[in-house]
Protein backbone atom coordinates (compact mmCIF):
# COMPACT_ATOMS: atom_id res chain seq x y z
CA UNK A 1 0.00 0.00 0.00
CA UNK A 2 2.81 2.34 0.98
CA UNK A 3 4.55 1.82 -2.29
CA UNK A 4 1.67 2.36 -4.44
CA UNK A 5 0.81 5.82 -2.46
CA UNK A 6 4.53 7.38 -2.26
CA UNK A 7 4.58 8.72 -5.23
CA UNK A 8 1.03 10.62 -4.61
CA UNK A 9 2.77 11.99 -1.05
CA UNK A 10 5.87 12.16 -3.62
CA UNK A 11 3.92 14.99 -5.55
CA UNK A 12 1.76 16.35 -2.64
CA UNK A 13 5.11 16.99 -0.82
CA UNK A 14 6.81 18.38 -3.86
CA UNK A 15 3.64 21.21 -4.55
CA UNK A 16 3.64 21.89 -0.98
CA UNK A 17 7.29 22.93 -0.96
CA UNK A 18 6.84 24.53 -4.04
CA UNK A 19 3.60 26.89 -3.17
CA UNK A 20 6.00 27.76 0.23
CA UNK A 21 9.12 28.40 -1.67
CA UNK A 22 6.87 30.97 -3.89
CA UNK A 23 4.91 32.52 -1.42
CA UNK A 24 8.16 33.14 1.11
CA UNK A 25 9.16 36.64 -0.75
CA UNK A 26 5.51 37.49 -0.11
CA UNK A 27 5.44 36.68 3.15
CA UNK A 28 8.80 37.91 4.22
CA UNK A 29 7.92 41.68 2.10
CA UNK A 30 4.76 41.94 3.92
CA UNK A 31 6.13 41.40 7.17
CA UNK A 32 9.16 43.28 6.97
CA UNK A 33 8.96 47.19 7.94
CA UNK A 34 7.82 49.56 5.18
CA UNK A 35 11.22 51.63 6.11
CA UNK A 36 13.28 48.78 5.39
CA UNK A 37 13.11 49.75 1.69
CA UNK A 38 16.45 48.41 0.51
CA UNK A 39 15.22 45.16 1.68
CA UNK A 40 11.55 45.14 0.41
CA UNK A 41 13.45 46.35 -2.62
CA UNK A 42 15.27 43.58 -3.45
CA UNK A 43 11.98 41.43 -2.75
CA UNK A 44 9.46 43.15 -4.55
CA UNK A 45 10.16 41.42 -8.02
CA UNK A 46 9.02 37.93 -6.71
CA UNK A 47 5.93 38.82 -4.25
CA UNK A 48 2.14 38.78 -4.95
CA UNK A 49 1.19 42.81 -6.21
CA UNK A 50 -1.83 44.11 -4.71
CA UNK A 51 -4.01 45.89 -6.87
CA UNK A 52 -5.12 50.00 -7.40
CA UNK A 53 -8.14 49.17 -5.59
CA UNK A 54 -5.91 47.04 -2.44
CA UNK A 55 -2.32 49.40 -2.13
CA UNK A 56 -4.06 52.78 -3.86
CA UNK A 57 -2.33 54.84 -6.84
CA UNK A 58 -3.52 57.02 -9.70
CA UNK A 59 -5.41 56.24 -12.57
CA UNK A 60 -5.47 58.41 -15.59
CA UNK A 61 -7.18 58.61 -18.91
CA UNK A 62 -4.99 60.32 -21.79
CA UNK A 63 -6.22 60.94 -25.08
CA UNK A 64 -3.86 62.26 -28.07
CA UNK A 65 -3.62 65.47 -29.37
CA UNK A 66 -5.11 64.42 -32.94
CA UNK A 67 -5.59 68.27 -34.52
CA UNK A 68 -1.84 69.15 -32.78
CA UNK A 69 -1.28 65.88 -34.57
CA UNK A 70 -2.85 66.73 -37.72
CA UNK A 71 -1.03 70.05 -37.20
CA UNK A 72 2.59 68.74 -37.01
CA UNK A 73 2.47 66.67 -40.23
CA UNK A 74 1.17 69.49 -42.47
CA UNK A 75 3.68 71.83 -44.73
CA UNK A 76 2.83 75.38 -45.42
CA UNK A 77 0.59 75.25 -42.34
CA UNK A 78 -0.06 78.41 -41.54
CA UNK A 79 -2.38 78.76 -44.63
CA UNK A 80 -4.79 76.19 -42.73
CA UNK A 81 -4.90 77.47 -39.44
CA UNK A 82 -7.98 79.30 -40.20
CA UNK A 83 -9.12 75.73 -41.18
CA UNK A 84 -7.95 73.96 -38.45
CA UNK A 85 -9.46 76.05 -35.69
CA UNK A 86 -12.84 75.89 -37.60
CA UNK A 87 -12.75 71.95 -37.70
CA UNK A 88 -11.76 71.76 -34.24
CA UNK A 89 -15.33 73.91 -33.25
CA UNK A 90 -17.05 72.34 -35.73
CA UNK A 91 -16.26 68.72 -34.31
CA UNK A 92 -17.39 69.90 -30.59
CA UNK A 93 -20.23 71.50 -31.95
CA UNK A 94 -21.78 68.80 -34.15
CA UNK A 95 -20.29 65.65 -31.86
CA UNK A 96 -18.36 64.06 -35.25
CA UNK A 97 -14.92 63.28 -35.55
CA UNK A 98 -12.11 66.17 -36.08
CA UNK A 99 -11.07 64.91 -38.97
CA UNK A 100 -14.11 64.54 -40.76
CA UNK A 101 -14.79 68.22 -39.65
CA UNK A 102 -11.60 68.99 -41.22
CA UNK A 103 -12.91 67.14 -44.56
CA UNK A 104 -16.15 69.36 -44.50
CA UNK A 105 -14.12 73.00 -43.92
CA UNK A 106 -11.63 71.99 -46.68
CA UNK A 107 -14.01 71.12 -49.00
CA UNK A 108 -16.52 73.74 -48.42
CA UNK A 109 -13.43 76.38 -48.56
CA UNK A 110 -12.21 74.78 -51.67
CA UNK A 111 -8.72 73.93 -49.39
CA UNK A 112 -6.61 71.09 -51.51
CA UNK A 113 -5.14 69.10 -49.13
CA UNK A 114 -2.46 67.74 -51.25
CA UNK A 115 -0.41 70.90 -50.79
CA UNK A 116 -0.31 70.69 -47.53
CA UNK A 117 -0.14 66.86 -47.24
CA UNK A 118 1.99 66.10 -49.64
CA UNK A 119 2.61 62.12 -49.05
CA UNK A 120 -0.78 61.11 -48.19
CA UNK A 121 -2.44 61.57 -51.47
CA UNK A 122 -4.58 63.62 -54.20
CA UNK A 123 -8.08 63.76 -53.15
CA UNK A 124 -9.37 65.49 -49.87
CA UNK A 125 -11.20 62.19 -48.89
CA UNK A 126 -8.27 60.09 -49.63
CA UNK A 127 -5.86 62.26 -47.45
CA UNK A 128 -8.00 62.53 -44.38
CA UNK A 129 -8.33 58.59 -44.70
CA UNK A 130 -4.62 58.16 -43.95
CA UNK A 131 -4.82 60.99 -41.99
CA UNK A 132 -7.06 58.74 -39.92
CA UNK A 133 -4.26 55.72 -40.01
CA UNK A 134 -2.08 58.10 -39.02
CA UNK A 135 -3.65 59.18 -35.80
CA UNK A 136 -4.78 55.65 -34.93
CA UNK A 137 -0.52 54.81 -35.45
CA UNK A 138 0.14 57.32 -33.80
CA UNK A 139 -2.33 56.26 -30.53
CA UNK A 140 -0.69 52.63 -30.57
CA UNK A 141 3.28 54.48 -30.80
CA UNK A 142 2.12 56.67 -27.81
CA UNK A 143 0.69 53.60 -25.99
CA UNK A 144 4.16 51.55 -26.43
CA UNK A 145 6.41 55.00 -25.33
CA UNK A 146 4.36 55.02 -22.39
CA UNK A 147 4.73 51.74 -21.64
CA UNK A 148 8.13 52.01 -21.70
CA UNK A 149 8.56 54.59 -19.81
CA UNK A 150 7.05 52.76 -16.52
CA UNK A 151 8.63 50.00 -17.18
CA UNK A 152 11.65 51.72 -16.58
CA UNK A 153 10.23 53.58 -13.80
CA UNK A 154 9.90 50.75 -11.74
CA UNK A 155 6.00 50.21 -11.36
CA UNK A 156 4.64 46.54 -10.92
CA UNK A 157 1.67 45.08 -12.92
CA UNK A 158 0.88 48.84 -14.66
CA UNK A 159 -2.38 49.01 -16.43
CA UNK A 160 -2.17 50.46 -19.66
CA UNK A 161 -4.20 50.23 -22.30
CA UNK A 162 -5.81 51.80 -25.16
CA UNK A 163 -9.71 52.72 -25.01
CA UNK A 164 -11.54 54.03 -28.31
CA UNK A 165 -9.84 55.34 -30.95
CA UNK A 166 -7.61 58.35 -29.25
CA UNK A 167 -7.27 57.14 -25.70
CA UNK A 168 -5.26 55.80 -22.94
CA UNK A 169 -5.67 54.66 -19.68
CA UNK A 170 -2.71 54.11 -17.52
CA UNK A 171 -3.35 52.48 -13.94
CA UNK A 172 -0.24 52.57 -11.57
CA UNK A 173 -0.66 50.83 -8.32
CA UNK A 174 1.34 51.48 -5.11
CA UNK A 175 2.57 54.88 -7.14
CA UNK A 176 4.01 56.64 -3.71
CA UNK A 177 4.46 60.15 -5.59
CA UNK A 178 1.74 60.57 -8.05
CA UNK A 179 3.01 63.74 -9.56
CA UNK A 180 6.00 62.19 -10.46
CA UNK A 181 4.01 59.56 -12.33
CA UNK A 182 1.96 61.74 -13.98
CA UNK A 183 4.32 63.96 -15.14
CA UNK A 184 6.64 60.76 -16.39
CA UNK A 185 3.74 59.94 -18.48
CA UNK A 186 2.11 63.00 -19.84
CA UNK A 187 5.23 64.45 -21.12
CA UNK A 188 5.74 64.51 -25.09
CA UNK A 189 9.68 64.34 -24.83
CA UNK A 190 10.25 66.93 -27.58
CA UNK A 191 14.33 67.78 -27.16
CA UNK A 192 15.48 70.73 -28.97
CA UNK A 193 19.13 72.63 -29.30
CA UNK A 194 18.48 76.03 -30.31
CA UNK A 195 21.05 79.15 -30.33
CA UNK A 196 19.72 81.94 -28.40
CA UNK A 197 19.07 85.39 -30.06
CA UNK A 198 21.97 87.77 -29.58
CA UNK A 199 21.08 90.61 -26.98
CA UNK A 200 20.49 93.48 -29.60
CA UNK A 201 17.89 91.15 -31.34
CA UNK A 202 16.05 90.38 -28.28
CA UNK A 203 16.12 93.97 -27.19
CA UNK A 204 14.47 94.90 -30.24
CA UNK A 205 11.74 92.29 -30.06
CA UNK A 206 10.90 93.59 -26.14
CA UNK A 207 10.46 97.04 -27.78
CA UNK A 208 8.12 95.98 -30.56
CA UNK A 209 5.87 94.27 -27.65
CA UNK A 210 6.36 97.56 -25.47
CA UNK A 211 5.21 99.31 -28.28
CA UNK A 212 2.29 97.07 -29.29
CA UNK A 213 0.66 97.58 -25.35
CA UNK A 214 1.12 101.43 -25.33
CA UNK A 215 -0.53 101.41 -28.79
CA UNK A 216 -3.30 99.57 -26.92
CA UNK A 217 -3.00 101.75 -23.93
CA UNK A 218 -2.79 105.14 -25.79
CA UNK A 219 -4.91 104.50 -29.13
CA UNK A 220 -1.36 106.07 -31.13
CA UNK A 221 -0.63 103.68 -34.12
CA UNK A 222 1.90 101.49 -34.23
CA UNK A 223 3.48 102.47 -37.39
CA UNK A 224 3.73 106.47 -35.17
CA UNK A 225 5.48 104.21 -32.44
CA UNK A 226 7.63 102.61 -34.45
CA UNK A 227 8.66 105.29 -36.17
CA UNK A 228 9.65 107.09 -32.76
CA UNK A 229 10.90 104.45 -31.56
CA UNK A 230 13.39 104.20 -34.44
CA UNK A 231 14.04 107.64 -34.30
CA UNK A 232 15.23 107.63 -30.60
CA UNK A 233 17.44 104.63 -31.64
CA UNK A 234 19.38 106.69 -34.23
CA UNK A 235 19.75 109.18 -31.89
CA UNK A 236 21.02 106.99 -29.20
CA UNK A 237 24.80 105.95 -28.47
CA UNK A 238 24.00 102.41 -27.22
CA UNK A 239 20.39 100.45 -27.10
CA UNK A 240 18.40 100.93 -23.68
CA UNK A 241 19.14 98.45 -21.05
CA UNK A 242 17.25 97.58 -18.15
CA UNK A 243 17.68 99.21 -15.02
CA UNK A 244 19.77 97.33 -12.12
CA UNK A 245 17.47 97.72 -9.93
CA UNK A 246 13.87 98.69 -10.30
CA UNK A 247 11.54 100.37 -8.26
CA UNK A 248 8.43 98.11 -8.22
CA UNK A 249 5.08 99.04 -7.95
CA UNK A 250 1.75 96.96 -7.57
CA UNK A 251 -0.85 97.69 -10.10
CA UNK A 252 -3.86 96.00 -11.98
CA UNK A 253 -3.33 93.58 -15.39
CA UNK A 254 -5.99 96.18 -16.43
CA UNK A 255 -3.23 98.93 -16.41
CA UNK A 256 -1.27 97.36 -18.34
CA UNK A 257 -3.84 97.02 -21.68
CA UNK A 258 -4.84 100.68 -20.41
CA UNK A 259 -8.88 101.13 -18.71
CA UNK A 260 -10.46 101.86 -21.66
CA UNK A 261 -9.50 98.74 -23.85
CA UNK A 262 -12.57 96.75 -25.17
CA UNK A 263 -10.56 93.72 -25.40
CA UNK A 264 -12.68 91.28 -22.90
CA UNK A 265 -9.02 88.83 -22.38
CA UNK A 266 -8.15 92.64 -19.92
CA UNK A 267 -11.53 92.41 -18.44
CA UNK A 268 -10.93 88.24 -17.12
CA UNK A 269 -9.04 89.24 -13.97
CA UNK A 270 -8.28 91.71 -11.30
CA UNK A 271 -5.08 90.43 -9.96
CA UNK A 272 -2.22 93.01 -9.50
CA UNK A 273 1.21 92.61 -10.54
CA UNK A 274 4.66 94.12 -10.30
CA UNK A 275 6.11 97.02 -12.71
CA UNK A 276 9.08 99.37 -12.58
CA UNK A 277 7.43 102.43 -11.92
CA UNK A 278 10.31 104.11 -13.61
CA UNK A 279 9.99 102.85 -16.87
CA UNK A 280 6.14 101.35 -16.85
CA UNK A 281 5.03 104.52 -19.02
CA UNK A 282 7.29 104.11 -21.60
CA UNK A 283 8.17 100.25 -21.81
CA UNK A 284 5.00 98.44 -20.35
CA UNK A 285 6.35 95.34 -21.65
CA UNK A 286 10.05 95.47 -20.10
CA UNK A 287 8.47 97.40 -17.06
CA UNK A 288 7.13 93.48 -16.48
CA UNK A 289 10.74 91.73 -16.31
CA UNK A 290 13.75 91.91 -14.14
CA UNK A 291 17.55 91.88 -15.19
CA UNK A 292 18.07 88.95 -13.63
CA UNK A 293 22.42 87.79 -14.13
CA UNK A 294 22.24 88.79 -17.69
CA UNK A 295 18.87 87.13 -18.32
CA UNK A 296 14.99 88.37 -18.32
CA UNK A 297 13.49 87.40 -15.41
CA UNK A 298 9.69 87.40 -14.66
CA UNK A 299 9.02 88.01 -11.21
CA UNK A 300 6.69 85.22 -10.08
CA UNK A 301 3.30 87.80 -9.60
CA UNK A 302 4.17 88.54 -13.22
CA UNK A 303 3.96 85.46 -14.99
CA UNK A 304 0.35 85.18 -15.96
CA UNK A 305 0.11 88.76 -16.77
CA UNK A 306 3.26 87.95 -19.65
CA UNK A 307 1.88 84.42 -20.38
CA UNK A 308 -1.29 86.67 -21.52
CA UNK A 309 0.54 89.36 -23.30
CA UNK A 310 2.86 86.82 -25.18
CA UNK A 311 -0.40 84.71 -26.16
CA UNK A 312 -1.94 87.66 -28.08
CA UNK A 313 -1.81 87.74 -31.79
CA UNK A 314 -0.52 91.03 -32.15
CA UNK A 315 1.88 90.41 -29.88
CA UNK A 316 2.88 87.54 -32.31
CA UNK A 317 2.95 89.72 -35.46
CA UNK A 318 5.30 91.89 -33.65
CA UNK A 319 7.90 89.32 -33.24
CA UNK A 320 10.63 88.17 -35.89
CA UNK A 321 9.33 85.70 -38.17
CA UNK A 322 12.38 83.06 -36.74
CA UNK A 323 12.31 83.58 -33.23
CA UNK A 324 10.35 82.17 -30.57
CA UNK A 325 10.22 83.45 -26.67
CA UNK A 326 10.10 80.38 -23.95
CA UNK A 327 10.35 79.69 -20.38
CA UNK A 328 12.72 77.88 -18.22
CA UNK A 329 11.46 74.58 -16.84
CA UNK A 330 10.72 75.86 -13.14
CA UNK A 331 11.74 79.00 -11.29
CA UNK A 332 14.83 80.16 -9.41
CA UNK A 333 15.41 82.47 -6.11
CA UNK A 334 17.27 85.31 -6.39
CA UNK A 335 18.38 87.98 -3.41
CA UNK A 336 19.93 86.83 0.13
CA UNK A 337 23.35 88.74 1.25
CA UNK A 338 20.96 91.13 2.95
CA UNK A 339 18.55 91.24 -0.08
CA UNK A 340 15.27 90.06 -0.23
CA UNK A 341 15.18 86.45 -1.50
CA UNK A 342 12.60 87.13 -5.07
CA UNK A 343 11.49 83.78 -7.29
CA UNK A 344 11.66 84.41 -10.77
CA UNK A 345 11.01 82.49 -14.23
CA UNK A 346 13.14 83.22 -16.79
CA UNK A 347 12.71 84.04 -20.78
CA UNK A 348 14.99 83.32 -23.68
CA UNK A 349 14.50 84.25 -26.69
CA UNK A 350 15.33 81.48 -29.19
CA UNK A 351 15.82 80.25 -32.71
CA UNK A 352 12.09 78.96 -33.94
CA UNK A 353 14.17 76.41 -35.78
CA UNK A 354 16.47 74.13 -33.49
CA UNK A 355 19.90 73.22 -34.47
CA UNK A 356 19.30 69.83 -33.74
CA UNK A 357 16.35 67.68 -32.09
CA UNK A 358 16.34 65.09 -29.89
CA UNK A 359 16.02 61.73 -32.49
CA UNK A 360 19.94 62.25 -32.40
CA UNK A 361 19.92 60.68 -28.96
CA UNK A 362 20.82 57.12 -28.64
CA UNK A 363 21.36 56.94 -24.82
CA UNK A 364 20.89 59.01 -21.49
CA UNK A 365 21.68 58.30 -18.05
CA UNK A 366 21.21 60.29 -14.54
CA UNK A 367 24.05 60.96 -12.67
CA UNK A 368 25.76 63.80 -10.04
CA UNK A 369 28.47 65.95 -12.35
CA UNK A 370 31.62 65.75 -11.38
CA UNK A 371 34.87 67.37 -11.21
CA UNK A 372 35.52 71.02 -10.50
CA UNK A 373 32.72 72.00 -12.82
CA UNK A 374 30.13 74.40 -12.63
CA UNK A 375 27.88 71.19 -12.14
CA UNK A 376 30.01 68.92 -9.68
CA UNK A 377 27.47 67.48 -6.61
CA UNK A 378 24.48 68.79 -9.17
CA UNK A 379 22.04 65.97 -10.87
CA UNK A 380 22.80 65.83 -13.82
CA UNK A 381 21.40 63.72 -17.52
CA UNK A 382 24.51 62.97 -19.59
CA UNK A 383 23.52 62.47 -23.29
CA UNK A 384 24.90 60.49 -26.18
CA UNK A 385 24.58 60.99 -29.79
CA UNK A 386 24.33 58.59 -33.00
CA UNK A 387 27.01 59.64 -35.98
CA UNK A 388 25.29 61.77 -37.92
CA UNK A 389 23.42 63.76 -34.76
CA UNK A 390 27.79 64.13 -33.55
CA UNK A 391 28.92 65.44 -36.83
CA UNK A 392 26.08 67.69 -36.34
CA UNK A 393 26.36 68.85 -32.56
CA UNK A 394 29.85 69.45 -33.51
CA UNK A 395 29.06 71.27 -36.25
CA UNK A 396 26.54 73.40 -33.81
CA UNK A 397 29.16 74.22 -31.14
CA UNK A 398 32.15 74.56 -33.79
CA UNK A 399 30.71 77.36 -35.50
CA UNK A 400 29.00 79.48 -32.32
CA UNK A 401 31.60 79.53 -29.68
CA UNK A 402 30.95 81.69 -27.18
CA UNK A 403 27.68 81.88 -27.83
CA UNK A 404 24.63 80.31 -26.02
CA UNK A 405 22.69 77.38 -26.49
CA UNK A 406 19.19 76.29 -25.24
CA UNK A 407 18.42 72.74 -24.65
CA UNK A 408 14.77 72.74 -24.38
CA UNK A 409 12.45 69.72 -23.20
CA UNK A 410 8.71 70.11 -24.27
CA UNK A 411 8.71 74.02 -25.11
CA UNK A 412 10.44 74.67 -21.92
CA UNK A 413 14.56 75.60 -21.51
CA UNK A 414 16.43 73.18 -18.72
CA UNK A 415 19.72 74.91 -19.55
CA UNK A 416 21.39 77.68 -22.05
CA UNK A 417 24.79 77.35 -21.31
CA UNK A 418 27.89 79.19 -23.38
CA UNK A 419 29.23 77.24 -26.04
CA UNK A 420 32.96 77.14 -25.00
CA UNK A 421 34.64 74.62 -27.19
CA UNK A 422 33.43 72.40 -29.92
CA UNK A 423 31.94 69.24 -28.64
CA UNK A 424 33.30 66.18 -30.71
CA UNK A 425 32.04 62.82 -30.01
CA UNK A 426 28.47 63.63 -29.98
CA UNK A 427 28.11 63.83 -25.69
CA UNK A 428 26.35 66.31 -23.69
CA UNK A 429 25.01 67.28 -20.57
CA UNK A 430 21.87 68.50 -19.35
CA UNK A 431 21.25 70.18 -16.26
CA UNK A 432 18.70 72.38 -14.22
CA UNK A 433 17.63 69.21 -12.16
CA UNK A 434 16.40 70.02 -8.81
CA UNK A 435 16.90 66.48 -7.26
CA UNK A 436 18.08 63.10 -9.39
CA UNK A 437 14.87 61.75 -8.97
CA UNK A 438 13.96 64.26 -11.83
CA UNK A 439 17.28 63.93 -13.49
CA UNK A 440 16.00 59.78 -13.67
CA UNK A 441 12.81 60.61 -14.62
CA UNK A 442 14.30 62.78 -17.88
CA UNK A 443 16.52 60.23 -18.44
CA UNK A 444 13.96 57.84 -18.70
CA UNK A 445 11.81 60.30 -21.10
CA UNK A 446 14.56 60.19 -23.27
CA UNK A 447 15.60 56.71 -23.41
CA UNK A 448 11.51 55.40 -23.90
CA UNK A 449 11.65 58.22 -26.86
CA UNK A 450 9.42 61.25 -27.34
CA UNK A 451 5.41 61.27 -28.03
CA UNK A 452 4.12 61.44 -31.23
CA UNK A 453 1.87 63.77 -30.20
CA UNK A 454 0.54 65.60 -27.15
CA UNK A 455 -1.66 64.08 -24.60
CA UNK A 456 -3.92 65.78 -22.22
CA UNK A 457 -5.42 64.20 -19.42
CA UNK A 458 -9.35 64.55 -19.29
CA UNK A 459 -9.56 62.48 -16.46
CA UNK A 460 -7.05 61.53 -12.91
CA UNK A 461 -8.38 59.61 -9.62
CA UNK A 462 -5.95 59.52 -6.82
CA UNK A 463 -6.44 56.22 -4.96
CA UNK A 464 -5.28 57.26 -1.52
CA UNK A 465 -3.68 54.68 0.91
CA UNK A 466 -6.32 55.11 3.32
CA UNK A 467 -8.68 53.69 0.92
CA UNK A 468 -6.23 51.08 -0.23
CA UNK A 469 -6.06 49.79 3.69
CA UNK A 470 -9.87 50.09 3.87
CA UNK A 471 -10.50 47.71 1.10
CA UNK A 472 -7.31 45.60 2.62
CA UNK A 473 -9.16 45.18 6.01
CA UNK A 474 -12.69 44.92 4.60
CA UNK A 475 -11.04 42.16 2.09
CA UNK A 476 -9.34 40.11 4.31
CA UNK A 477 -11.93 40.22 7.27
CA UNK A 478 -14.15 38.96 4.65
CA UNK A 479 -12.21 36.05 3.53
CA UNK A 480 -11.60 35.09 7.04
CA UNK A 481 -14.97 35.33 8.49
CA UNK A 482 -16.00 32.96 5.37
CA UNK A 483 -13.03 30.67 5.67
CA UNK A 484 -13.75 30.71 9.26
CA UNK A 485 -17.86 29.92 8.96
CA UNK A 486 -16.98 26.93 6.40
CA UNK A 487 -13.94 25.24 8.45
CA UNK A 488 -16.70 24.96 11.60
CA UNK A 489 -19.55 23.81 9.35
CA UNK A 490 -17.14 21.32 8.10
CA UNK A 491 -15.94 20.15 11.36
CA UNK A 492 -19.27 20.06 12.78
CA UNK A 493 -21.40 18.35 10.37
CA UNK A 494 -18.48 16.43 8.61
CA UNK A 495 -16.39 15.42 12.07
CA UNK A 496 -13.34 13.83 11.01
CA UNK A 497 -13.87 13.94 7.19
CA UNK A 498 -14.79 17.59 7.20
CA UNK A 499 -11.39 18.12 9.02
CA UNK A 500 -9.33 16.81 6.06
CA UNK A 501 -11.94 18.91 3.63
CA UNK A 502 -10.67 21.94 5.52
CA UNK A 503 -6.87 21.04 4.90
CA UNK A 504 -7.65 20.69 1.31
CA UNK A 505 -8.96 24.41 2.07
CA UNK A 506 -6.27 25.62 3.29
CA UNK A 507 -3.78 23.99 0.65
CA UNK A 508 -6.04 25.52 -2.12
CA UNK A 509 -5.88 29.09 -1.05
CA UNK A 510 -1.98 28.45 -0.71
CA UNK A 511 -1.88 27.20 -4.41
CA UNK A 512 -3.61 29.43 -5.99
CA UNK A 513 -1.53 32.73 -4.32
CA UNK A 514 1.86 30.82 -4.82
CA UNK A 515 0.75 30.22 -8.36
CA UNK A 516 -0.77 34.20 -8.95
CA UNK A 517 3.11 35.07 -7.16
CA UNK A 518 4.50 32.95 -9.99
CA UNK A 519 2.75 34.64 -12.66
CA UNK A 520 3.49 38.11 -11.01
CA UNK A 521 -0.05 38.80 -11.10
CA UNK A 522 -1.98 41.43 -8.94
CA UNK A 523 -4.54 40.56 -6.61
CA UNK A 524 -7.33 43.09 -6.84
CA UNK A 525 -10.64 43.21 -4.69
CA UNK A 526 -12.43 41.06 -7.20
CA UNK A 527 -9.60 38.85 -6.99
CA UNK A 528 -10.47 38.56 -3.28
CA UNK A 529 -13.78 37.93 -4.84
CA UNK A 530 -12.62 34.94 -7.02
CA UNK A 531 -10.38 33.50 -3.92
CA UNK A 532 -13.75 33.02 -1.95
CA UNK A 533 -15.68 31.55 -4.42
CA UNK A 534 -12.54 28.93 -5.01
CA UNK A 535 -13.15 28.12 -1.25
CA UNK A 536 -16.85 27.70 -1.50
CA UNK A 537 -16.43 25.56 -5.35
CA UNK A 538 -13.29 23.68 -2.79
CA UNK A 539 -16.28 22.36 -0.58
CA UNK A 540 -18.60 21.86 -2.55
CA UNK A 541 -16.42 19.34 -4.28
CA UNK A 542 -16.06 17.57 -0.77
CA UNK A 543 -19.49 17.83 0.07
CA UNK A 544 -20.84 16.34 -3.12
CA UNK A 545 -17.84 13.03 -2.14
CA UNK A 546 -18.98 12.60 1.07
CA UNK A 547 -22.79 12.86 0.73
CA UNK A 548 -21.72 10.14 -1.95
CA UNK A 549 -19.48 8.15 0.54
CA UNK A 550 -22.22 8.46 2.94
CA UNK A 551 -24.89 6.68 0.50
CA UNK A 552 -22.33 4.13 0.26
CA UNK A 553 -21.54 3.40 3.24
CA UNK A 554 -25.88 3.18 4.58
CA UNK A 555 -26.28 0.55 1.51
CA UNK A 556 -23.87 -1.39 4.27
CA UNK A 557 -20.62 -1.35 1.78
CA UNK A 558 -17.07 -1.73 3.59
CA UNK A 559 -15.23 2.00 4.30
CA UNK A 560 -12.95 1.89 1.82
CA UNK A 561 -15.41 0.61 -1.21
CA UNK A 562 -17.58 3.46 0.10
CA UNK A 563 -14.91 5.59 -0.78
CA UNK A 564 -14.22 4.10 -3.75
CA UNK A 565 -17.97 4.48 -5.11
CA UNK A 566 -18.03 8.10 -3.56
CA UNK A 567 -15.25 9.96 -5.35
CA UNK A 568 -15.77 7.76 -8.35
CA UNK A 569 -19.39 8.68 -8.75
CA UNK A 570 -18.73 12.38 -7.56
CA UNK A 571 -16.26 12.74 -9.93
CA UNK A 572 -18.24 13.13 -13.01
CA UNK A 573 -20.60 15.71 -11.64
CA UNK A 574 -17.75 17.77 -10.10
CA UNK A 575 -16.19 17.83 -13.47
CA UNK A 576 -18.75 18.58 -15.10
CA UNK A 577 -19.40 21.96 -12.70
CA UNK A 578 -15.96 23.15 -12.81
CA UNK A 579 -15.37 22.77 -16.60
CA UNK A 580 -18.27 25.56 -16.99
CA UNK A 581 -17.07 27.94 -14.54
CA UNK A 582 -13.12 27.25 -16.05
CA UNK A 583 -14.77 28.37 -19.72
CA UNK A 584 -16.34 31.32 -17.86
CA UNK A 585 -13.43 32.40 -16.12
CA UNK A 586 -11.72 32.18 -19.42
CA UNK A 587 -14.33 34.30 -21.16
CA UNK A 588 -14.14 37.14 -18.59
CA UNK A 589 -10.57 36.99 -18.99
CA UNK A 590 -10.92 37.42 -22.80
CA UNK A 591 -13.26 39.78 -23.15
CA UNK A 592 -12.85 41.97 -19.78
CA UNK A 593 -10.63 44.38 -18.49
CA UNK A 594 -8.81 45.57 -15.68
CA UNK A 595 -11.21 44.05 -12.22
CA UNK A 596 -12.65 41.50 -14.16
CA UNK A 597 -9.34 39.87 -15.68
CA UNK A 598 -8.16 39.96 -12.34
CA UNK A 599 -11.07 38.25 -10.75
CA UNK A 600 -11.08 35.98 -14.04
CA UNK A 601 -7.54 34.72 -12.82
CA UNK A 602 -8.31 33.93 -9.27
CA UNK A 603 -10.94 31.77 -10.44
CA UNK A 604 -9.53 30.05 -13.16
CA UNK A 605 -6.48 28.63 -11.28
CA UNK A 606 -8.71 28.58 -8.03
CA UNK A 607 -10.73 25.54 -9.91
CA UNK A 608 -7.64 23.55 -11.26
CA UNK A 609 -6.14 23.98 -8.04
CA UNK A 610 -9.46 22.89 -6.56
CA UNK A 611 -9.59 19.91 -8.25
CA UNK A 612 -5.83 18.60 -7.02
CA UNK A 613 -6.66 19.16 -3.75
CA UNK A 614 -10.78 18.19 -3.03
CA UNK A 615 -10.09 14.97 -4.99
CA UNK A 616 -6.23 14.20 -5.23
CA UNK A 617 -5.07 15.20 -2.03
CA UNK A 618 -8.03 14.58 -0.26
CA UNK A 619 -8.72 11.12 -1.58
CA UNK A 620 -4.57 10.15 -0.68
CA UNK A 621 -5.66 11.11 2.78
CA UNK A 622 -8.62 8.94 3.23
CA UNK A 623 -6.48 5.80 1.34
CA UNK A 624 -4.33 6.41 3.86
CA UNK A 625 -5.57 6.46 6.80
CA UNK A 626 -8.22 3.52 6.21
CA UNK A 627 -4.85 1.41 4.97
CA UNK A 628 -2.93 2.23 7.27
CA UNK A 629 -5.22 2.05 10.52
CA UNK A 630 -7.59 -0.65 9.05
CA UNK A 631 -10.40 1.51 9.35
CA UNK A 632 -13.91 0.24 10.19
CA UNK A 633 -16.11 2.99 11.04
CA UNK A 634 -15.75 6.30 9.13
CA UNK A 635 -16.13 9.67 11.12
CA UNK A 636 -18.80 11.25 8.25
Same mark, same amino acid.
Given at each position: ???????????? =? %??????? &?????????????????????????????? #?????????? $????DIPKLVEN???????? &?????????????? #?? *????????? %????? +??????????????????????????????????? +??????????????????????? +???????? *????????????????????KDPDVVQSALTRIDNVLKSMRTGISLDSLLAITEAKVESADTAAAPPAESQDKAISVEEIFGRTTTDSRTKSSDSSVLVDEQIFEDRPFSALLRNVQGDIGVPRENVKAVKRILAMEEVKAALPADM?? $???????????????????????? +?NREPGLTG????????????? %???? =?????? &???????????? %??????????????????????????????? #???????GMSSINEAKDLSIILRAGALPAPMEIIEERTIGPSLGRDSIEKGTKAIIIGFILVVIFMAVYYRMSGLIADFAIVLNLSFVLAIMATLRATLTLPGIAGLILTVGMTVDANVLIFERIKEELSKGKTVRSAIDAGYSRALKTIIDANVTTIIAALVLFQFGTGPIKGFAITLFWGILTSMLTAIFITRTVFTYFTDRFAVTKLSI
Open positions: MRTRLAPRFVLI =A %AAITLAA &YMLSPTVEYYLTDPEQTEKREALQDRVLKL #GLDLQGGIHV $VMEVLASNKSLL &YEAFAASKLRAKDE #GI *DYLDALLLE %ANERN +IKLARHFIEYGIENSEIISALKDESEDAVNRALEV +IRNRIDQFGVSEPTIQKQGRNRI +IVELAGVQ *DPERARNLIRQTALLEFSLLKI $VWSNKARDFGGRGLPSETFFTLFA +IEVVTSASANFGGG %ASSI =AGQPVV &YLNMNDQGARDW %ARLTGANINKRIAIILDDKVHSAPVIRDKIS #GGNTVIE
